[in-house]
Nanobody, 127 residues
Framework: VQLQASGGGLVQAGDSLRLSCAAS????????MGWFRQAPGKEREFVNA????????YYESSEKGRFPISRDNAKNTVYLEMNSLKPEDTALYYC?????????????????????WGQGTQVTVSS
């Protein structure tokens, strides 16, 4: 599975961005897709995740309202809408994929559960 993230950039506080993650290769409806971010000097942290099968989502509670995740099955693409951006949102944003054994497996925020990772796209928010 190959993941290609795009859409990052330099924006001002309060602006919005939409990140995309295009998946190719041996994907299936049993996959989960997640967004993570890593700021300089900090650990990679979970943002949200979505299940290909039914679109069920799981959010890091602090970002649930600002960063909705969605998918387009026909395009094999997952999106991260980033609204009301803050300087503390500055980070390298990664998309990741997790292969699961069943269609309804519970989503997880565990970074170690995701086997496939994209290259990351930089989001920088100026004040």
């Amino acid at each position: 599975v190959q993941l290609q993230a795009s859409g990052g950039g330099l924006v001002q506080a309060g602006d919005s961005l939409r990140l995309s993650c295009a998946a190719s290769g041996r994907t299936s409806s049993k996959y989960h897709m997640g967004w993570f971010r890593q700021a300089p000097g900090k650990e990679r942290e979970f943002v949200n995740a979505i299940r290909w099968y039914d679109g069920d989502t799981y959010y890091e509670s602090s970002e649930k309202g600002r960063f909705p995740i969605s998918r387009d099955n026909a395009k094999n693409t997952v999106y991260l809408e980033m609204n009301s951006l803050k300087p503390e949102d500055t980070a390298l944003y990664y998309c990741a994929a997790r292969a699961t054994a069943s269609l309804r497996q519970t989503l997880t925020k565990d970074v170690n559960a995701y086997k496939y990772w994209g290259q990351g796209t930089q989001v920088t928010v100026s004040s």
